[in-house]
């Protein structure tokens, strides 16, 4: 299904064209329409199924630009930036995200035009306490990636958030896994709530995993021989740091590989382009750290290579195949 089918906003759906955004994902098809049809929605989808617009689409349809009018709380400041972006990017709607170890000054400006709100549990806390920002009018609460937010302990802090907010707000939850303690939550703040269950596209049937034991001035270039070796669609490379992405993305650009970084320090812009180009296929390699490739939507992905500094050992797991397949080698490759 094509989003404008479902999405009226001429405007929205032509800035999504401009950045090749035309199909629905399953679980926009699927999640759109409820929402749209203010049902409280339970979504199940696994990070890179589209789940960011589906549900900021549904809300930039839905809301006018006066006072605050949707919640969106997420586990950490990188994805509430992200999301901030996405609301940003395709609405002329007033979203601003608001997260700790940064001064809290700006942010309570911000809010004082801001209609969509986007935060970390901790300082969202912080500022009703201070009485700089009110909830109890909002249309939309989210809680994106539910599951991760209960494995850092912020349920307790979600639940005295939800208290505080609108009684009459349309509840959308969004999670990789339903664990229990998010049903509790579902039954006790969400009002029969519909559940949109997207099928992983990627299990362990049709996973090859290779585990390589090198040494520590052997690990460049093995990964430089395994990216020429490989005939991988698009790749990504995990880093523990972003100084170690930028390093890495730059030393592979010398033996020729279209390599970028991408992580918390590049502005949203640059993140865009990076995705952009990456999508498009004028670069096959991303190296990212962790919390920064948390919601990618990219098609196509057929390597993922985790390297490894701090434990002297990384990994390839491959997309291809039919089973798995756990390798150890010590090899010696020319650099």
């Given at each position: 299904?094509?989003?404008?089918?479902?999405?009226?906003?001429?405007?929205?759906?032509?800035?999504?064209?401009?950045?090749?955004?035309?199909?629905?994902?399953?679980?926009?098809?699927?999640?759109?329409?409820?929402?749209?049809?203010?049902?409280?929605?339970?979504?199940?989808?696994?990070?890179?199924?589209?789940?960011?617009?589906?549900?900021?689409?549904?809300?930039?349809?839905?809301?006018?630009?006066?006072?605050?009018?949707?919640?969106?709380?997420?586990?950490?400041?990188?994805?509430?930036?992200?999301?901030?972006?996405?609301?940003?990017?395709?609405?002329?709607?007033?979203?601003?995200?608001?997260?700790?170890?940064?001064?809290?000054?700006?942010?309570?400006?911000?809010?004082?035009?801001a209609?969509?709100?986007?935060?970390?549990?901790?300082?969202?806390?912080?500022?009703?306490?201070?009485?700089?920002?009110?909830?109890?009018k909002?249309?939309?609460?989210?809680?994106?990636?539910?599951?991760?937010?209960?494995?850092?302990?912020?349920?307790?802090?979600?639940?005295?958030?939800?208290?505080?907010?609108?009684?009459?707000?349309?509840?959308?939850?969004?999670?990789?896994?339903?664990?229990?303690?998010?049903?509790?939550?579902?039954?006790?703040?969400?009002?029969?709530?519909y559940?949109?269950?997207?099928?992983?596209?990627?299990?362990?049937?049709?996973?090859?995993?290779?585990?390589?034991?090198?040494?520590?001035?052997?690990?460049?270039?093995?990964?430089?021989?395994?990216?020429?070796?490989?005939?991988?669609?698009?790749?990504?490379?995990?880093?523990?740091?972003?100084?170690?992405t930028?390093?890495l993305?730059?030393?592979?650009q010398?033996?020729?590989?279209?390599?970028?970084?991408?992580?918390?320090?590049?502005?949203?812009?640059?993140?865009?382009?990076?995705?952009?180009?990456?999508?498009?296929?004028?670069?096959?390699?991303?190296?990212?750290?962790?919390?920064?490739?948390?919601?990618?939507?990219?098609?196509?992905?057929?390597?993922?290579?985790?390297?490894?500094?701090?434990?002297?050992?990384?990994?390839t797991?491959?997309?291809?195949?039919?089973?798995?397949?756990?390798?150890?080698?010590?090899?010696?490759?020319?650099?």
């Amino acid at each position: 299904m094509k989003i404008e089918e479902m999405i009226l906003n001429e405007e929205t759906v032509n800035l999504l064209k401009k950045d090749g955004i035309i199909n629905a994902t399953e679980v926009q098809e699927k999640a759109i329409p409820l929402i749209l049809n203010d049902k409280d929605v339970i979504v199940q989808s696994e990070t890179g199924s589209g789940k960011t617009l589906a549900f900021v689409l549904p809300i930039i349809e839905n809301i006018a630009e006066e006072d605050i009018k949707a919640l969106i709380i997420a586990p950490t400041r990188e994805l509430a930036k992200q999301i901030t972006h996405v609301f940003n990017r395709y609405s002329k709607l007033n979203a601003i995200s608001v997260y700790g170890g940064v001064s809290i000054t700006n942010q309570i400006n911000g809010l004082r035009k801001a209609n969509i709100v986007v935060g970390t549990p901790g300082r969202l806390l912080d500022l009703l306490g201070r009485g700089k920002l009110s909830i109890d009018k909002i249309n939309y609460l989210v809680l994106d990636e539910a599951d991760r937010m209960l494995d850092m302990g912020f349920i307790g802090d979600i639940e005295e958030i939800m208290r505080k907010s609108s009684k009459n707000k349309q509840v959308l939850l969004f999670s990789a896994t339903i664990p229990e303690k998010i049903l509790e939550i579902s039954r006790k703040y969400m009002k029969n709530p519909y559940k949109v269950l997207i099928n992983k596209k990627t299990t362990t049937a049709n996973l090859r995993h290779k585990f390589y034991v090198v040494s520590f001035k052997e690990k460049f270039s093995l990964l430089v021989h395994l990216l020429q070796k490989e005939r991988a669609n698009l790749s990504i490379i995990f880093c523990a740091t972003r100084r170690m992405t930028d390093n890495l993305a730059r030393e592979l650009q010398r033996y020729g590989l279209k390599a970028r970084a991408i992580h918390g320090e590049l502005s949203q812009n640059q993140r865009e382009r990076v995705l952009h180009d990456f999508r498009q296929g004028k670069i096959d390699i991303v190296v990212a750290t962790d919390v920064a490739s948390r919601g990618l939507d990219v098609d196509g992905i057929t390597h993922i290579y985790n390297f490894v500094y701090r434990e002297r050992v990384w990994s390839t797991p491959t997309v291809q195949g039919g089973q798995q397949e756990w390798e150890k080698m010590a090899p010696l490759y020319p650099s």
